[in-house]
């Protein structure tokens, strides 16, 4: 059975240091890869999506980044945080038919 | 463009009553629908989907949800609401012929009382 990991859970980091978060997928092959933030508990925003490595599409230009450097790694970055990158952030894994997407478990970024 | 309104922020319901959480969405061409559930501080778990064929989709722990393309909505509904349903329920799209993008709504948060 396929299975989604992100890491780390939880994030405190001071505004203007760098961010690395990091999902992996278990059980499929080239999957589609999604970032997805969640602010203040409710709506979801898609950030970042993936197709295969190395093909990342942005929907919204953001102080964020995100890379795909193997088929079930997906990446979220950024050089320097803001506040308002606080939220909590979501990677998601869906099949070629595009059917369905299933979620890790998330990971709470909190810029202090 | 594609996009997802949830009208309600929370829903209130009785234990053992029936409940309903609203969904519309806007999409061209064919939609694929979806209604996810998340508790607190988790990710979204997957209920149900609509992609083709009957409008009345059944999913988990006794959601069903009907899909209406007049009035391009899909609501999720159960005949019986439990304490355990209280959460936050989120509707997405997708466009059948457009992307891999999913699109999801606010959400509304679900409040069954004892």
């Keep these: 059975s396929q299975t989604i990991h992100q890491w780390p859970a939880t994030l405190v980091q001071p505004v203007g240091s760098p961010l690395s978060l990091e999902c992996t997928v278990e059980g499929t092959s080239n999957p589609n890869l999604y970032w997805y933030r969640q602010a203040a508990g409710r709506g979801l925003q898609l950030l970042f999506y993936s197709v295969g490595i190395g093909q990342i599409s942005s929907e919204v230009p953001q102080n964020l980044s995100a890379s795909r450097p193997q088929d079930r790694q997906f990446i979220l970055s950024s050089k320097k945080l803001l506040l308002s990158d606080s939220g909590f952030y979501l990677c998601a894994w869906g099949g070629l038919l595009g059917n369905t997407i299933y979620f890790g478990e998330g990971s709470w970024l909190t810029v202090v | ?114």
Excluded: M
């Design chain 2, 1 to 114: 463009a594609q996009s997802v309104a949830q009208p309600e922020d929370q829903v209130n319901v009785a234990e053992g009553n029936p409940l309903t959480v609203k969904c519309t969405y806007s999409v061209s061409g064919n939609p694929y629908l979806f209604w996810y559930v998340q508790y607190p501080n988790r990710g979204l778990q997957f209920l149900l989907k609509y992609i083709t064929g009957d409008n009345l989709v059944k999913g988990s722990y006794g959601f069903e949800a009907e899909f209406n393309k007049s009035q391009t909505s899909f609501h999720l509904k159960k005949p019986s609401a439990l304490v355990s349903d209280s959460a936050l329920y989120f509707c997405a799209v997708r466009a059948s012929n457009t992307g891999n993008q999913f699109y999801f709504g606010t959400g509304t948060s679900l409040t069954v009382i004892p």
